[in-house]
């Protein structure tokens, strides 16, 4: 029997890296993708079976190229998580259209990239599952996150039409749908919503972590991950599952 092998983007920290370490110990060979190749290897090297291959998830033949790599490494691949995702916070008038690309351009073309190379890929090696990475900022309107939610939201979309369009080869896909975790990127926002809410200092982390109980964290949606991505889930496929702590479940 081979190892698994799994593909995450954007895995050189935060939710990505999380993921990769828990697909480590349930014994998959992993490759380890973001933009910087000297981080990639550093994470690379943490794990028992792993290689860092660097790829911007914007750019079409960067990601073919992912994926051909990976199978050419391994001879095989079993799962892809497309995670790379940035973030943007302002309000509609503030945001020009170039950053409104820079956004969608990550969080929406790359994910469709990640699919349209790794699915053929995947159900070549007899099938498995694709993992997206979406956000409850895709299924209810948020001030200030204009373009990453609606690229979040595209992502849902396309996460069930990839379903329904792979269901008879083989290849199940699925979405997780985080509230707010502490990572780099709500980290580095949190002064830009506490300006445009007129909230002070640290105000932001109070009122999230009052409407989720806790803030979450990035093995959280690790081990969402892995339990959608197992094999023994073989009727999950075009499922989004939330995991924000109750923060979308009511209105008040
Ligand atoms: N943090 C949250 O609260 C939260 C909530 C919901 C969804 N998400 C999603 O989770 C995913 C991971 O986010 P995170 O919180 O770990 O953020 P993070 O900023 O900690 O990590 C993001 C990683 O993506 C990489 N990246 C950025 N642009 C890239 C590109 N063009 N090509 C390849 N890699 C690129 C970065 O270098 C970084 O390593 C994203 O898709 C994000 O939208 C995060």
New binding site residues.
């Given amino acids: 029997m081979t190892n698994p092998v799994a593909i995450v ?2 895995s ?5 890296l999380s993921i990769a370490q828990e697909l480590s110990s349930r014994g998959y060979s992993l490759v380890i ?3 910087d190749a000297a981080d990639c290897a550093r994470v690379a090297a943490t794990l028992p079976s792993a290689v860092g291959i660097a ?4 750019d079409e033949g960067q990601v073919k190229a992912l994926i051909e790599h990976a199978v050419d490494h391994y001879g095989h691949l079993d799962l892809m998580v497309p ?5 943007l916070v302002a309000p509609i008038l503030e945001t020009d259209l170039s950053a409104w690309r820079s956004v969608t351009s ?2 929406l073309d ?1 994910v469709f990239l990640s699919i349209r190379y790794a699915a053929p890929a995947i159900i070549a090696s007899g099938g498995g599952a694709i993992v997206t ?3 409850v900022t895709g299924t209810t309107g948020s001030p200030l996150v204009a373009s990453y939610g609606a690229a ?1 939201a595209a992502v849902i979309n396309l996460t069930k039409t990839a379903a329904i369009e792979m269901r008879d080869h083989g290849l199940r896909v699925n979405a997780v749908v ?4 502490g ?4 980290t580095h926002t949190a002064s830009d919503f506490e300006r445009h809410l007129g909230l002070s200092e640290g105000g932001f982390a109070s009122v999230i972590s009052a409407k989720q109980g806790r803030f ?1 964290t ?1 093995e959280d949606i690790a081990r969402a991950v892995a339990f959608l991505a197992d094999p023994s889930q073989s009727w999950v496929t075009g499922s989004t599952l939330t995991l924000d702590g109750g923060l979308t479940a009511g209105l008040i």
């Avoid at 050189?12 to 990505?16: F, L, R, Y």
């Avoid at 790829?55 to 914007?58: G, N, P, T």
């Avoid at 995670?83 to 973030?87: H, L, Q, R």
């Fill in positions: 983007t954007g050189a920290k935060g939710i990505g993708s973001d933009l790829c911007d998830v914007r995670n790379a995702g940035i973030g990550v969080n790359g990475i979406a956000s979040k985080p509230g707010f975790i990572t780099d990127l709500v979450g990035t």
